[in-house]
């Protein structure tokens, strides 16, 4: 009778054990799922020392698209945003420099000191719009935006 007792209590352990290691992740803290960068609905993007955050695009009634978002440039050097496109159209943009010690360059909102406008865009709210943004020094930065309509939080962008 202790022999099955101990038999049972084995394939007890054993199966535990089994379960922990098949149900355990082996990535670590590297992990793909970890590492996602999506914060709300903007999305952030990098290119060397500059940081892209929360960008998106809001529509207007016109069917052009405003850019919302934060540029910030974390080097030493100054650099500067020469043009943003969406979709291959080009913007009519107005930025800052980007440096350090003059702040970011924020598209929209109440610190707005930069802005782009992208005239006959006609994304519709929810479409996902591909941005390249080009600088003075560093490489350009690609990344998908969402479009967001002109409502809620976003009812004054544009004005």
Same mark, same amino acid.
């Given at each position: 009778m202790r022999k099955k007792n101990l038999k049972s209590a084995i394939s007890a352990l054993f199966g535990a054990l089994l379960i922990v290691g098949l149900t355990g992740c082996a990535a670590g803290p590297d992990a793909q799922t970890r590492n996602l960068r999506q914060v709300t609905d903007g999305v952030e993007a990098t290119s060397g020392s500059i940081k892209a955050l929360n960008v998106l695009l809001v529509t207007q009634e016109d069917g %052009? %698209?405003?850019l919302v978002g934060t540029f910030v440039n974390s080097a030493e050097t100054s650099d500067a945003i020469t043009a943003i496109t969406a979709n291959g159209i080009v913007g009519e943009i107005s930025v800052s420099t980007l440096d350090q010690y003059s702040g970011p360059a924020i598209f929209e909102g109440d610190s707005k000191n930069s802005s782009a406008k992208f005239p006959g865009l006609n994304a519709?709210? %929810?479409?996902?719009?591909?941005?390249e943004v080009t600088f003075a020094t560093s490489a350009p930065m690609k990344m998908s935006a969402l479009v967001r309509a002109k409502a809620e939080e976003f009812a004054n962008v544009g004005n």
């Open positions: %052009s %698209s405003v519709k709210p %929810s479409d996902l719009v591909e941005i």
